[in-house]
C-alpha cells in the first residue's frame, strides 16, 4: 500500500463526508480566464464555474443553457439566440445580451486563444436585452455545436478588475480569479496546491447534486494519486494507471469506470521552411519532405505501443478523428502501418539519418504520455533515427510549441463539436492569425486545396456531398503525412464506491452530476 506523505495528506484533508467532495487531476488548469487557454483541462473544469449560450448534456447532446432556443436566420446568414431571463452573475450582476457581446469581443479577440472558435463569424449583433444574431459569413449548420465551450462573463466584473481581453502569458485578475453564472463559484485558488469550490445559491438550474463543498488537487505521480483513492483521501482520480485498472476493479471500496475519450494521440512535425528548433537554434527542414514523415510513421510500432503501454485498452486511429465523431472518412480507415524496413529506408533516402530530432513530449497531460514518447523515440532509434525527447510538465509544453522550439511533437485533439471539421480548422488549415485559422497548427503545415474546401464543409447543408469533401481532406491529410495518428486515448477514472457520477467522452468532469451517498 503507497502512504502519503504528511503535507500531502494536510492539503487533501481526511476523508469526505456525505457531502464534501475531493478529487484528483494529473494537470492543473492552467488559468481560470475561459477564453485565454484553448485545452480540455481549463475548458473541462471552468464548465462547472462558467456558461455558454449552449452546452452538452450527459449524451454529448447540445442542449440550452443561457440561451433558451436558437433558429438560424434567413438563408444561412446566422442565428438567432433568445437569452435566458432572471441569471445572475456569481457576484449578483444580471446576465443579458451586453455580456454576450462582450465575450464575443473577448473570446475572438487576438489576445484570445479562442479567437479560432470565430472564424466563420462576420457579426453579433444585440437585437434587445436577452436576443442576440449571431451573424455568419456563409450557411453554418453546426455553428451551435461549435459553440458548446464559449463561457460568458460579465463585462462590468471584467472592466472593474482589468480583465477586458485575456492575458495567456502573463496573466491578469482573470487568471486566478471567476465570476460565472454555472452551477459552483470557487472559493479559493492556489495553483497547483489546490482550488476549492461551493455550489452557486443563485444558479437558475435545476440541483441534481448533492455536494456542498468541493476541493481539486493536482496529484502528478500516479501511484500517490491512486493510493489518495484507496485510502479514501480523495473521491476521484483521473486518470486511473492503465497497469492497476484491473487490480482496482477487485477492491470493493472503488469503482474503475472505462470509456473511450473523444481525443486522437497523434505526432506533429515542423513544416515551416527555415525552421528552428531547440537543438542550438538551427535552421532546420527535415520535415519537409513527406517521406521523412513517413518515415517516422512507419518506424512507429502502434500495436506494440496499444499492447504493452495502453494494457490494451486504446484503438488505433487512422486519421484526426476517431470513428465516433460526425464526418470520420471511412474510405480512409486504414492506419499507417509498421515497417521497420521501409522505415530505415526512407529515414536514409530523406537524410534523417544523421540527423538530431528534437522530439518535445509533455509529462502530465496525456494518459501514459511520457512512457509512450520514449517507446516512440526507442522504435526511431532502431529504423536509424536520432531523437533527443524533451519530456516536460503541459504549462512549460504549449509555450514550448508556440516557440517553434521542436522538430516533432506529441498532441492529443478532442474536436468541440464532435466532427471532423473541427480539427481541420485548427490542425489543417493554414495558419492565418486573421481568418483565425491554424491557431493550433504548430507546425505550420499547409495545403492550398484543404484550405479551399474547408469553408466549403463548413457550409455545406447536403451531407452526401459535405461527407465527400472530409473524405478527400483526410485523404490528403494521409497522403501527405500530415501528422501521424496513433491511437484513441482511453478514459480510466476511478471513483469511491459511494460517488455516482457522469463520464463524458470529451473527458470533461461536470460536478452537477455527482452524487456522494
Not at 117 to 138: G, L, N
Not at 305 to 330: C, D, K, Y
Not at 353 to 367: A, W
Request: proline residues 6%; hydrophobic residues 40%.
Amino acid at each position: 500500500m503507497f502512504r502519503l506523505t504528511t503535507a500531502l495528506a494536510l492539503v487533501l484533508g481526511t476523508a469526505a463526508t456525505a457531502e464534501e467532495f475531493n478529487f484528483a487531476v494529473t494537470t492543473d488548469p492552467q488559468s481560470m480566464d475561459p477564453h485565454a487557454v484553448n485545452s480540455a483541462p481549463v475548458l473541462g473544469f471552468l464548465n462547472n464555474v462558467y456558461e455558454g449560450l449552449v452546452r452538452r448534456g450527459k449524451d454529448m447532446s447540445i442542449e440550452p443553457s443561457l440561451a433558451t432556443s436558437w433558429e438560424p436566420i434567413g438563408d444561412g446568414e446566422g442565428w438567432r439566440f433568445n437569452l435566458r431571463q432572471g441569471v445572475t452573475f456569481q457576484d449578483g450582476a444580471e446576465f443579458n445580451a451586453d455580456d454576450v457581446i462582450f465575450s464575443y469581443e473577448r473570446a475572438s479577440s487576438e489576445e484570445a486563444d479562442t479567437s479560432s472558435w470565430f472564424a466563420p463569424v462576420s457579426e453579433v449583433i444585440k437585437v434587445d436585452d436577452f436576443t442576440v444574431d449571431i451573424m455568419t459569413s456563409a450557411p453554418n449548420p453546426i455553428f451551435p455545436d461549435s459553440i458548446a465551450n464559449w463561457m460568458m462573463m460579465d463585462s462590468g466584473w471584467a472592466a472593474a478588475n482589468g480583465a477586458e481581453r485575456p492575458d495567456k502569458d502573463q496573466g491578469n485578475y482573470a487568471t486566478l480569479n471567476a465570476n460565472g453564472t454555472g452551477s459552483f463559484q470557487i472559493t479559493s485558488r492556489q495553483p497547483d496546491l489546490s482550488t476549492t469550490l461551493e455550489p452557486f445559491g443563485g444558479w437558475w438550474g435545476e440541483v441534481e447534486h448533492n455536494l456542498t463543498s468541493v476541493t481539486m488537487t493536482p496529484i502528478q505521480n500516479p501511484a500517490t494519486a491512486l493510493a489518495a483513492l484507496i485510502s479514501g483521501d480523495v473521491d476521484f482520480i483521473n486518470p486511473v494507471p492503465i497497469q492497476d485498472a484491473e487490480r482496482l476493479q477487485a477492491n470493493p471500496d472503488v469503482s474503475v469506470i472505462q470509456g473511450i475519450e473523444a481525443r486522437v494521440i497523434m505526432l506533429g512535425f515542423d513544416q515551416e521552411t527555415g525552421g528552428e528548433h531547440s537543438g542550438g537554434g538551427g535552421k532546420n527542414d527535415m520535415f519537409l519532405d513527406p517521406k521523412a514523415r513517413e518515415a517516422v510513421a512507419a518506424a512507429v510500432n502502434v500495436p506494440a505501443i496499444l499492447r504493452t503501454i495502453m494494457r490494451g485498452n486504446a484503438e488505433a486511429a487512422s486519421q484526426l478523428v476517431s470513428p465516433a465523431m460526425r464526418g470520420f472518412s471511412t474510405a480512409n480507415h486504414t492506419p499507417y502501418a509498421f515497417d521497420a524496413d521501409k522505415a530505415r529506408m526512407l529515414a536514409e533516402e530523406t537524410g534523417l539519418v544523421g540527423q538530431t530530432i528534437e522530439f518535445k513530449c509533455p509529462n502530465n497531460r496525456y494518459l501514459n504520455d511520457e512512457a509512450v514518447c520514449q517507446a516512440i523515440t526507442a522504435m526511431l532509434a532502431q529504423a536509424g533515427m536520432d531523437v533527443n525527447l524533451d519530456a516536460m510538465p503541459v504549462s512549460n509544453y504549449w509555450p514550448e510549441l508556440r516557440a517553434d522550439n521542436f522538430d516533432m511533437y506529441l498532441l492529443g485533439w478532442s474536436p468541440g463539436t464532435f466532427d471532423a471539421e473541427h480539427p481541420i480548422r485548427f490542425l489543417g488549415s493554414t495558419p492565418n492569425a486573421e481568418k483565425r485559422l491554424g491557431s493550433w497548427n504548430f507546425g505550420g503545415y499547409s495545403n492550398a486545396r484543404i484550405d479551399e474546401l474547408l469553408p466549403m464543409i463548413q457550409s455545406e447543408i447536403d451531407d452526401t456531398k459535405r461527407q465527400a469533401m472530409l473524405d478527400e481532406v483526410a485523404g490528403i491529410i494521409q497522403d501527405e503525412v500530415a501528422y501521424v495518428p496513433l491511437y484513441v486515448q482511453p478514459l480510466v477514472w476511478g471513483t469511491r464506491s459511494n460517488v455516482e457520477l457522469t463520464q463524458r467522452p470529451d473527458n470533461f468532469f461536470i460536478l452537477r452530476w455527482v452524487t456522494v451517498n
